[in-house]
């Protein structure tokens, strides 16, 4: 069985940092993907960042790009989401995912749900002076 597990998250002044960090853990799982997702109550949820974790391709969504960086501990099974110059609008619950699927080394990883087949409880990111 794999598990997700989030943590990190906490209350910073707009303009602070953050570094989420996700785990994911299960016998000879090797994710292929894996991404941060954020969400507000009643919303959907938005894909911010995602990582290939053998080509090392990254992606970020535009709202993100430029202050949120991903990036992945050696041995594949961890993550970090730096989060920088941190808006109001960034308030959210955000969720790690991972995905074991096949892809190809130089291409990235999708930013949606429907790719990714386990998660994280998610965890709460509040931006607010």
């Known amino acids: 069985q794999v598990q997700v597990t989030e943590s990190g998250g906490g209350h910073v002044q707009p303009g602070g940092s953050l570094r989420l960090s996700c785990v994911t853990s299960?016998?000879?799982?090797?994710?292929?993907?894996m991404a941060w997702f954020r969400q507000l109550p009643g919303k959907e949820r938005e894909g911010v960042a995602t990582?290939?974790?053998?080509?090392?391709?990254?992606h970020y969504a535009d709202s993100v790009r430029g202050r949120f960086t991903i990036s992945q501990e050696n041995g594949e099974n961890t993550v970090y989401l730096q989060m920088d110059s941190l808006k109001p609008d960034d308030t959210a619950m955000y969720f790690c995912?991972?995905?074991?699927?096949?892809?190809?080394?130089?291409?990235?990883?999708?930013?949606?749900?429907?790719?990714?087949?386990?998660w994280g409880q998610g965890t709460q990111v509040t931006v607010s002076s």
């Open positions: 990582i290939n974790t053998t080509g090392k391709r990254t």
């Open positions: 299960g016998v000879a799982y090797r994710p292929t993907c």
């Open positions: 995912a991972a995905d074991a699927g096949p892809i190809y080394s130089e291409a990235w990883c999708l930013p949606t749900v429907r790719h990714y087949a386990d």
